[in-house]
């Protein structure tokens, strides 16, 4: 099956800097990649996908790219701000959505 | 959030106790989904199902089980609780690309 790692699992950053949380992933079939945030005290919340036709998609401050090639997925998120501070996910999946195989996450720290 | 409620959010239970977390989602999607959450170790998929009639063994299926009861409720039974059982757990909803996870409840089991 799919193995999705995540590096790194702590990361704190000075507000204002930017952040970079990289996956790998295993299984060439995969072609979607959400990221997921989660606040404490609440369950994961998809904030940027991307699909493996596209190389590159970018949402205001956030952006994930995706290099199929060397199978391996970034989130990138500009300008940080103290609400950014929460635990991020990658995952890998199919379009048919079957299984869905989460990174083992990263606590983003973002320091006033 | 409010699409995809868990019940109960919290929960203590003894080693050897039957333990039911129910799941029910608002969004009419077919799919639906049992995580198991654990420092570190991020999400490990339990069981899903694409329909009523349909219910699937994920990563770490074993002691644990699931009903279907409605294509807006799925319910997690663990038979006989075990202090490695005790985690955080998600219901997570999907229209075949997107998840929706519900807030999760956290069980202790002693």
Known sequence: GENVEQHPSTLSVQEGDSAVIKCTYSDSASNYFPWYKQELGKGPQLIIDIRSNVGEKKDQRIAVTLNKTAKHFSLHITETQPEDSAVYFCAASTYAGNQFYFGTGTSLTVIP | ?110
């Not at chain 2, 219910?55 to 299926?61: A, F």
């Not at chain 2, 009903?67 to 997570?92: D, G, H, M, V, W």
């Open chain 2, 1 to 110: 959030d409010a699409d995809v409620t868990q019940t109960p959010r919290n929960r203590i239970t003894k080693t050897g106790k039957r333990i039911m977390l129910e799941c029910s989602q608002t969004k009419g999607h077919d799919r639906m989904y049992w995580y198991r959450q654990d420092p570190g170790l991020g999400l490990q998929l339990i069981y899903y199902s694409f329909d009523v009639k349909d219910i699937n063994k994920g990563e770490i299926s074993d002691g644990y089980s699931v009903s279907r009861q409605a294509q807006a409720k799925f319910s997690l039974s663990l038979e006989s609780a075990i202090p490695n059982q005790t985690a955080l757990y998600f219901c997570a909803t999907s229209n075949s690309i997107t998840q929706y996870f519900g807030p999760g409840t956290r069980l202790t089991v002693l």
